[in-house]
């Protein structure tokens, strides 16, 4: 047997790496654990420099870190019969189900579940500010050797304000750029904090006697905690007020005993318009509004000669309330260009102005509307294009060609664009941008972005050349 | 008035509102900078009321006084509470004060409406403001949103705030008209519509301004009128996916001091609102759908909870071979979590799964002891009936419920 003496964990690691290189099995060592608060032992733990010097994988050495944290006779022993086995190829030894790894694990846990408590109960009280003295001074009893783990928060949290944290391991204190480690020191207990006073009374008006479940404040408040928190005191009579079923008059009555007064104003007034009470805002003709968040009306100037309707309002266009708005017309503002045509020069609107989708694994994901969904909206697609008058329409997609009354055999969207006489104005089908866009087949992308471009260009030509309906045949096609 | 009263008063206005989280932010801190506060990964809680929730943010609102009078709400403008304003500067002492003493990780500030929408966003943001840029606090800010404000006011808040969120407040557009007139649905939808873009984004560009880097959230209050919790979790499924939501928090409703007549005076449905948070948490992190969960219209069970009524009414996935089993499956199974099933596919790359593996993890064995097989054991009632089983398993006293009335 062999007497191993151990402060903190990277001299710990260093003791076993040596161990393990000279065979000595676990049973033949008796670790002692050395109490010292010297600053140079207590620095900084570097992960990185371990990792590379022990050849151990971060994620492992993490564990073993905290592990070596919990406060126990076993405390550098289990970790190490649980490295001695890993080194010998069991690479069970370290997980959890493993007899050995549960406890490793557990007692990581432990560790974080301290550390992590520590961080949320430890309560400072603020001292007269002195030369050299720090200002806010802790004292904290944890579960475990977890000060090294906790500090860093600390430092992070306070910044340049001074703080001293003692534990029965040790203590830390802060000059507002870095941590200096040394021996427990004695705090006295301070009282009569004006801003204790202050939260003890924010702790009794926040909690509510309705829901009152002792029980589960226990489950996350264990006593050894509870006790060293301020506010606790004030947790009992609270309890009993709640049980006494004078619930509501207990929690009014210290509010109700304060000047009161009554407001007298009209919500009316307060209210600002954003939804309107008419129009497409109160559309009920189909179940699409349910879920919309905006109802997604045409964009454009009033005297736009050419008019782009798409299918339906999709996700980014239901959140802004703008046809086109989205990544679908970005797409179709290069489109635009390319047939040499501006955004701001046409008019953008859908056949179907709420967006139909299904939710998977909650995100929304884009259906194309159902028949009976076009034919509901018809009618405000009809007064948009009445108001517009636009010499010519394109249809993008089968649903918007249908909106326009076109049948589906009208529809040769894999031939040259074509132009149809319809109702006094040209209409002119082709793909849906979000085909050309997100068609998995690539040549069809590609013949769909052809044709959008195409019909587009044919749309400016007739516009340009000022071809008037009434004096041409039904159906027009242009060499483009 | 004296601070220790308008904290009194505000802060027992505010607590109706149950969100408390204080993560999901991005890292940050202070050491050796100007100013105080950081963000910690995991969110940290400071005490726990007697109702067993924690306080991890000093929640009130900057003031009751409110001009919309919705009647499930104590600080309606009927209602014969006393009233009182915070002063912005009086609130950002008191926030840096208790966050010094290591009472908060941050604040949560919510107000009622007065003079007009936009005016109560711009005291909000004021708060929050004051707290960034004059005391460079790097804390915790949740800021509630007023749907009716300007949207450049609610872009502005989320500039500052960690997170914002916009009460839904009902889970029904039916709810809403009746219960809160001045609200409306779709200006709610709108606001929450407009954070979703504005944080999308931000996220979109590395170098874009920050906006509410941790999400949004928002609240429904649950047995305040008579909705099922089938329309409450499709709501809250359609709320998530339209606006990204981070979480759904569902508010058992509490009877209210001087309550209006429309509304139920009993006890909050406790038990309710925690199976929903256990089925929206099952959706969230199990891949679950709204539609396994709760096939038909009505309420999630009070005597089991919602996985095990899954797993009892889809008996042909069971007994789940722990040895063979996809990490999903072995989710689904209950009595093992996410966590656990991740674990015992990294142990079964090493070995067998057997099991006393389970118990060492702390799986609920009393339930999972009829869902699973592993290589030396098979289930001896494999046979039974759900019915059976649910009687046997039906939690007839919930250890941490057992005062709550249903």
């Known amino acids: 047997m062999q007497n191993v003496h151990v402060t903190r964990f990277d001299d710990w690691l260093r003791q076993v790496t040596a161990l393990i290189a000279a065979e000595v099995p676990p049973d033949d060592v008796h670790w002692v654990h050395d109490p010292a608060y010297d600053q140079t032992l207590m620095s900084c733990f570097d992960m990185r420099h371990v990792a590379a010097s022990t050849a151990l994988p971060i994620a492992l050495i993490e564990r073993l870190r905290l592990a070596c944290a919990y406060l126990d006779p076993e405390r550098w022993s289990l970790p190490y019969r649980v490295l001695w086995r890993w080194h010998h190829g069991d690479r069970s030894a370290v ?231 989205g990544p679908l017309g970005r797409f179709l503002d290069t489109v635009l260009s390319e047939a040499g045509l501006a955004r701001e020069a046409v008019f953008l609107t859908h056949a179907v102005k709420h967006f139909r989708f299904e939710t998977r694994q909650l995100q929304r994901v884009y259906r194309s509307p159902a028949p009976h969904h076009v034919e509901a909206c018809k009618g405000w697609l009809q007064r948009e294009l009445e108001v517009l008058a636009p010499r010519v329409v394109v249809a993008l997609g089968l649903s918007a060609a249908t909106a326009l009354g076109l049948s589906g055999d009208a529809l040769a969207r894999d031939a040259e664009p074509s132009a149809i006489l319809w109702a006094g104005c040209w209409i002119i089908p082709t793909w849906h941008p979000g085909f050309a866009l997100r068609s998995k087949d690539p040549a069809a992308r590609t013949r769909a972005r052809a044709h959008i471009t195409a019909s587009l260009v044919l749309a400016r030509q007739l516009v340009d050349q000022r071809y008037c309906p009434s004096d041409t045949s039904r159906s027009f096609t242009l060499n483009v | 008035m004296d601070i220790h009263q308008k904290l009194e008063i505000l802060a027992a206005a505010a607590k109706y509102d149950v969100s408390c989280s204080s993560s999901g932010a991005p890292k940050r801190g202070s050491a050796g900078k100007a100013g105080i506060g950081n963000v910690a990964p995991m969110g940290v809680c400071h005490s726990y009321t007697p109702d067993g929730r924690c306080i991890s943010l000093l929640k009130v609102l900057l003031t009751n006084f409110c001009t919309y009078d919705c009647s499930y709400c104590v600080n309606r403008r009927s209602s014969d509470v006393p009233r009182a304003r915070f002063k912005a500067d009086e609130l950002v002492s008191l926030t840096l004060d208790f966050y010094r003493r ?82 409306k649905v779709q200006t709610i939808r709108r606001a929450m519509g407009q954070i979703r873009a504005r944080i999308d984004e931000a996220s979109a560009e590395r170098k874009a301004p920050r906006f509410s880097p941790a999400g949004q959230s928002t609240q429904m209050i649950v047995g305040a009128d008579a909705t099922d919790d089938h329309t409450i979790l499709k709501t809250a499924e359609n709320l998530y996916g339209a606006y990204r939501l981070r979480r759904v928090y569902y508010s058992a409703f509490s009877p209210i001091p001087f309550s209006a007549g429309q509304l139920p005076n009993q006890a909050p449905p406790l038990l309710r609102e925690h199976r929903l948070y256990q089925a929206d948490f099952l959706v969230r992190g199990y891949g679950f759908s709204i539609k396994e969960l709760l096939p038909e219209p009505g309420n999630l069970s009070l005597d089991i909870d919602p996985k095990l009524a899954w797993a009892l009414s889809n008996r042909a996935f069971f007994p789940v071979d722990l040895n063979a089993a996809d990490t999903w499956l072995i989710a689904r199974v209950p009595g093992i979590g996410v966590l656990n099933a991740q674990r015992i596919v990294t ?33 001896q009632h494999a046979e039974q009936s759900s019915e059976a089983l649910k009687a046997k398993l039906a939690e007839r006293q919930l250890p941490l419920f057992t005062n709550m009335s249903v």
């Open chain 1, 95 to 325: 997980l959890a189900g493993d007899p050995e790894g549960t406890k490793l694990v557990r007692r990581a846990q432990a560790v974080s579940k301290a550390a992590h408590l520590m961080k949320g109960f430890i309560r400072f009280h603020e001292r007269p500010e002195a030369e050299g003295d720090p200002r806010f001074v802790a004292s904290y009893v944890p579960e475990h050797d977890v000060l090294a783990f906790v500090a860093p928060h600390f430092l992070e949290r306070m910044g340049r304000t001074t703080w001293l944290i003692s534990t029965p391991s040790g203590s830390v204190c802060s000059d507002g750029t870095q941590l200096n480690w040394g021996a427990p020191v004695s705090i006295p207990s301070s009282g009569g904090d004006a801003s204790e006073d202050l939260w003890r009374h924010y702790y009794r008006s926040t909690f509510n006697p309705e829901r009152l479940n002792p029980e589960l404040m226990r489950a996350h408040l264990p006593h050894r905690h509870g006790v060293a928190l301020p506010e606790s005191r004030d947790a009992p009579a609270l309890i009993s007020a709640a049980r006494l079923g004078e619930s509501r008059q207990e929690q009014a009555r210290p509010v109700a005993s304060s000047p009161a007064s009554q407001v007298y104003s009209c919500g009316r007034s307060a209210h600002r318009v954003r939804c309107s009470d008419e129009g497409l805002d109160v559309c009920r003709q189909c179940e699409l509004w349910e879920h919309a968040t905006y109802p997604v009306a045409g964009t454009g100037p009033s005297d736009a000669q050419i008019a782009l309707v798409g299918e339906q309002a999709d996700d980014h266009d239901d959140l802004v309330g703008e046809a086109f708005s």
């Open chain 2, 102 to 183: 290591n009472y908060i990780e941050g604040l949560f500030l919510s107000s009622g409406i007065i003079r007009s929408a936009d005016y109560t966003m711009e005291q909000l943001t004021l708060v929050a403001r004051k707290l960034r840029e004059e005391h460079a606090f790097r804390g915790y800010i949740h800021l509630k949103t007023i749907p009716d404000a300007d949207p450049s006011l609610i872009t502005l808040a989320g500039q500052y705030a960690d997170r914002l969120s916009a009460n839904i407040e009902l889970p029904t557009e039916e709810g809403i008209v009746r219960l809160a007139p001045e609200k």
């Open chain 2, 347 to 379: 142990l079964r790359r090493q070995r067998k799964i057997r099991f006393n593996d389970l118990v060492r993890l702390r799986c609920q064995m009393t339930k999972l002891r009829n869902f699973i097989q592993t290589v030396d054991y098979l289930p």
